[in-house]
């Protein structure tokens, strides 16, 4: 079985929840290779932070690696269209952050940019892939509980503004 080649596009702090811990469950599925940043003393900190065995010190760079199948893209939204549009260029699959893109028009050149390279582009909604959802997708399968009627959720985080949290930051499109 191959395994999947994974390259951090942003030093971020998601990737640790996102990526790093379920990549570490997964390692004989999956290896994260590499991450890139703005600059080498952030990818080079990072890396080691996080026991990588490379990194890049600029996101092309990362791009560029032929060691990589699929590019996690965690950096600020106004860079997701950009950056998910380069790595599928560069025949890279794509899992970008929350949000996709700000905007229809940004998504649906993500979209064209995917199907015209032939690759995988998709939201990092990551529930989709936790054995707890999976379990849940057994039990309701299973007619244990009976039919389902009606589902409620729920799901929000309050996050603190702080100084130079992109979070709040609307031309980063922060505070989706």
Not at 13 to 36: F, N, T, W
Not at 94 to 119: D, H, I, T, Y
Request: proline share 3%; aromatic share 8%; net charge positive.
């Amino acid at each position: 079985m191959t395994r999947l080649r994974i390259g951090l596009l942003g030093a971020s702090r998601i990737a640790e929840k996102a990526i790093l811990q379920p990549a570490a469950l997964l390692a004989s599925e999956v290896e994260v290779r590499a991450v890139g940043a703005s600059s080498a003393a952030k990818a080079q900190a990072y890396a080691q932070q996080y026991q990588l065995a490379a990194w890049e010190g600029s996101y092309q760079a990362l791009l560029d690696r032929d060691d990589i199948d699929l590019i996690y893209n965690a950096l600020p939204a106004s860079a997701h269209a950009e950056w998910s549009i380069k790595a599928l260029a560069a025949g890279k699959s794509v899992l970008c952050e929350k949000p996709f893109a700000l905007n229809a028009a940004q998504v649906r050149a993500m979209l064209a940019a995917a199907e015209q390279s032939g690759q995988l582009l998709l939201e990092g909604y990551h529930y989709r892939f936790h054995p707890v959802f999976f379990k849940v997708q057994q039990l309701l399968q299973s007619g244990v509980l009976g039919p389902l009627l009606t589902v409620r959720s729920n799901f929000s985080v309050r996050i603190a503004e702080t100084a130079g949290s992109l979070r709040h930051q609307l031309a980063l499109g922060g505070g989706p």
